[in-house]
């Protein structure tokens, strides 16, 4: 591929002399127990505005609307603000990214890319021709410039600011791309700060999608409110006061489908509500499925629980950063033999996962077979508090969200369990219970002692979670002699990482699995760095979840993903 245009420093561009002129302008609480009493401010419940859309629509027989029932709201429709799932669900319906996966697959495909390689430090990407994006604009390579310098440019007119792009930014593009060449309006060669086996599937990843540069321009960080992709759906009316956004089909789609004229995210924050509405035949789909809502859907005439293996984590991390207590590992694995995750899998979670041992996932490259999860010990962890001086134990904040997640499908159940199983050996939780965008923006700002979180995979890439979720991704400067935890205050300090733990061990295995293209040396480099994490303990590990949806008998060629997705551009209504 040619090179043309002027050479532009890290974290800057080349582009082709006749665009310079374009350039220059221009990607986890306390209350009542169990999962039916879990609400949320402002939800809806299947009545009013939500139930009066259903009979319009039903009534005059002139469009069809699919309507999917969720636990929370979407904060923002920008895919650049929030590192949400709830996000992601309703911005990949209306933005599109260069690579995609195969739906319910982790195998890559083509998207706006039709063609992509990467060999040693070097990309080569071909784009599609006459995409259209829903503002009227046709899309080129400098749309795909101009959102990334958006996203991790902070000399970029148009970059969106510190205090709003998410941590998505380094990890996904940020800390990779040295500089990209445009060749043309439809041809790139990105060329990398160094080898890095995950790159193509990050350009898979929801963070990685591509804004208009016409919007970009236009609305700025308004785009939280005014998304314009080149995806299957558009914006038809946000409502935040009622929680809930409806989408509008794209004729003008590039892809397949779409087959819905309408779309709307329903949010329903009671599990059993959830599935109550859909088996009333008042949502199509839904999602944050726990055990009693399950057994709802199972048993409902009109629908079908779908289920497919997951690939994700449940934890409680351990702020480091926060109580000195917590930065001793004897802590850290006495609480991780107090807290009965077995039971919590069991008896909360129904088998809807299974125990966690490690960082990675079973399905995902790198994950150490030879790896047990922490048995439920209480004698143990008290030998263990007592050796590290705390037997007479201590208190601490454990902040959790309130709505389910599929990792965590009852968040307050299992935080009075764990306060419970921490009482017996003198440990006092206080709960606090928020809902999920004020409960990530609480933690990512290192507020919490300890928190629940959880992580679907955005690439099915152990990078994802090992640098993604546990690197503290600083400078060396940042870090101290003989300490293994950093400050959330640190320069360039990655906010994922809720536990502000810096073990240097791990951190350099997991930046050797980045670099290297060989198979079976990540595989090894990871199971040696999963081995760390656990022995280290800077989670408790929970679970690993499979992923559950309800699905009406009115809804075809739905197909359930453990990566990427709802794939609703292939949903038909019967």
């Not at 419940?45 to 609307?65: C, L, M, V």
């Not at 048993?299 to 690939?311: D, K, P, W, Y």
Request: charged residues 20%; glycine residues 10%.
């Amino acid at each position: 591929m040619s090179q043309d245009g002027n050479g532009l420093s890290r974290r800057r561009f080349l582009t082709a002399a006749g665009t310079a002129a374009a350039t220059a302008g221009l990607a986890g609480c306390s209350g009542g127990g169990g999962e039916d009493t879990t609400t949320t401010s402002g939800e809806t419940t299947g009545d009013g505005e939500t139930d009066q859309t259903q009979t319009e629509t039903e009534d005059d027989g002139s469009t069809s609307t699919l309507r999917y029932g969720r636990g929370s709201h979407s904060p923002t429709l920008d895919f650049q603000n929030s590192t949400s799932g709830e996000v992601a669900k309703v911005t990949e319906q209306i933005y599109d990214t260069l690579i995609n996966f195969e739906p319910g697959q982790s195998t890559l495909t083509q998207g706006l890319a039709t063609e992509y390689s990467l060999e040693g430090q070097s990309a080569s990407i071909t784009l599609r021709e006459g995409v259209m994006f829903h503002n009227g604009e046709e899309f080129t390579a400098e749309d795909f410039v101009a959102t990334y310098r958006r996203f991790v440019d902070s000399d970029y007119e148009y970059y969106a600011g510190d205090d709003y792009v998410s941590a998505y930014g380094p990890f996904t593009l940020g800390s990779w791309i040295d500089e990209i060449q445009v060749d043309g309006d439809y041809s790139m060669t990105i060329q990398l700060t160094q080898s890095y086996a995950p790159f193509l599937r990050n350009l898979a990843m929801f963070a990685a999608s591509v804004h208009s540069l016409a919007a970009i321009e236009e609305y700025g960080t308004e785009l939280s409110s005014n998304p314009v992709g080149t995806g299957p759906f558009q914006l038809s009316n946000l409502d935040d006061a009622n929680e809930l956004i409806r989408l509008e089909a794209n004729s003008e789609y590039w892809g397949e489908g779409p087959n819905v004229d309408e779309v709307v995210f329903v949010t329903i924050g009671q599990n059993s509500t959830r599935a109550q509405s859909l088996a009333s035949g008042e949502l199509d789909i839904i999602d944050g499925l726990g055990a009693q809502s399950s057994v709802q859907v199972e048993n409902a005439s009109n629908a079908n629980l779908v289920r497919t293996e997951g690939i994700n984590i449940g934890y409680m991390a351990f702020n480091m950063a926060s109580r000195e207590e917590f930065r001793d590992r004897r802590v850290r694995q006495a609480v991780s033999h107090a807290i009965n995750t077995e039971a919590i899998v069991n008896e909360i979670y129904s088998g809807f996962a299974t125990q966690a041992s490690q960082p990675l996932p079973p399905n995902v490259l790198g994950h150490n077979d030879d790896i047990d999860p922490y048995p439920y010990d209480p004698e143990e962890a008290q030998r263990l508090l007592e050796e590290a001086g705390y037997g007479d134990g201590f208190s601490f904040e454990l902040a959790t969200f309130q709505n389910p997640r599929g990792y965590n499908p009852s968040p307050i159940q299992t935080a009075e369990t764990v306060a419970s199983n921490l009482g017996d050996v003198g440990i006092e939780v206080d709960i606090n219970q928020q809902s999920f965008g004020p409960f990530l923006e609480y933690t990512a700002q290192g507020r919490h002692d300890a928190c629940f979180l959880g992580w679907y995979t955005d690439n099915a890439d152990p990078d994802n979670f090992m640098y993604v979720l546990l690197h503290p991704q600083v400078e060396e400067g940042e870090l101290t002699e003989g300490q293994d935890w950093v400050s959330f205050d640190a320069e360039g300090y990655n906010t994922s990482n809720r536990s502000a733990w810096a073990n240097r061990d791990y951190m350099d295995l997991v930046e050797q699995g980045q670099s290297t293209y060989d198979e079976a040396e990540r595989e090894s480099l990871y199971n040696e760095a999963n081995q760390i994490a656990h022995d280290e303990a800077p989670w408790v590990y929970l679970d690993y979840a499979d992923e559950l949806r309800g699905v009406s008998n009115r809804v075809s060629g739905f197909q359930i993903a453990a990566i990427s997705g709802p794939y609703l551009n292939l949903v038909s209504l019967n």
